[in-house]
């Protein structure tokens, strides 16, 4: 049921990172975490071990009106995942004005898919306002707003906060009040890095959900295909993201306890694929 929003105003902060991270370790207390990617870069599934060769894909569809179900894929971990699939740049020009004619066409399968209780979504958005994002907004549960610690987002943080990046208008500033943020790729013995950090975290106070680490950790899993917790359990950034994740977890809905059992997904729905050369999850 709960919808989370990982968005951003700059591009290049680990909004795809995280997004496939966290997704995964919300895989708790009979949750079934289901990672969309809506961003025509399509790299979400690059996480999950998807091959690049494999381009199919649910929202580079969304004129012709996908059933979604037929998209899901399924990580060898049990997460699911709604690739955006492949798209050219006129297609995806075209994508947006259609998505701004008829909200419906990316609004009715995501009230779909949200429509199971235990299924949470986590929706790894394109950088700065979008269309997709003023359609998740009034649906999302929470926004979560990546940030790298940078002196920039220290000295940007009030216009980060005033929802400049959600969009103009009234709406963008009534949900900018709701926003969460996490910080990324904190180095703590850069003195910049972590004088940032430390500027932006007396700012926000509670409505920062957590910091994450600059670590190699997180290149290392991304150039095996696969998470930062599988392939380096200990790492900080893995410590850093299980935070964030138990974070988010405290502000989600709780689950009710006669939510039923998941029926095991039938393969035509969520199609395995084969884990990469060395992905023996
Ligand atoms: N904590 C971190 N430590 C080290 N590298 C990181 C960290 N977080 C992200 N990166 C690296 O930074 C790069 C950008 O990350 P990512 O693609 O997740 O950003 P993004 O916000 O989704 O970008 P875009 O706006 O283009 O969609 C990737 O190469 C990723 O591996
Ligand atoms: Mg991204």
């Known amino acids: 049921m ?118 949470v979504v986590v929706a790894d958005m394109p950088p700065g306002p979008s269309q997709a994002l003023a359609i998740l907004m009034p649906m999302a549960s929470l926004v979560v707003t990546v940030l790298q610690s940078s002196a920039i987002s220290a000295a940007m943080l009030n216009e980060i906060e005033a929802g400049r990046f959600l969009g103009s208008g009234t709406m963008a500033a009534l949900f900018a009040g709701r926003l969460q943020f996490v910080l990324n790729g904190v180095d703590m013995n850069s003195r910049l890095s972590r004088g940032a950090a430390e500027a932006v975290a007396r700012h926000l106070g509670p409505r920062l959900l957590g910091a994450i680490s600059q670590d190699d950790a997180v290149a290392e899993a991304l150039a095996s295909q696969r998470l930062v917790h599988e392939v380096a359990p200990h790492s900080r950034a893995a410590e850093d993201m299980r935070q964030v994740a138990r974070a988010i977890e405290a502000l989600l809905p709780p689950l009710a306890q006669d939510a039923p059992t998941p029926p095991p997904a039938p393969p035509s729905l969520a199609a395995p694929w084969t884990a990469p050369q060395g992905g023996t999850r």
């Open 2 to 119: 709960p919808l989370i929003c990982f968005a951003s105003p700059k591009g290049g902060v680990g909004k795809t990172t995280l997004s496939a991270n966290v997704t995964d370790l919300l895989r708790r207390n009979g949750r079934i975490p289901l990672a969309l990617d809506l961003d025509p870069q399509n790299s979400l599934r690059l996480h999950f071990g998807m091959p690049v060769t494999d381009q199919a894909g649910f929202c580079a569809n969304l004129q012709r009106r996908p059933e979604w179900r037929q998209h899901l894929r399924q990580a060898a971990s049990g997460t699911l995942l709604l690739p955006h699939g492949a798209i050219e740049l006129r297609q995806s020009l075209e994508h947006a004005v259609a998505l701004e004619r008829e909200p419906g066409l990316l609004a009715a399968p995501l009230r779909d898919i949200l429509a199971d209780p235990r299924v």
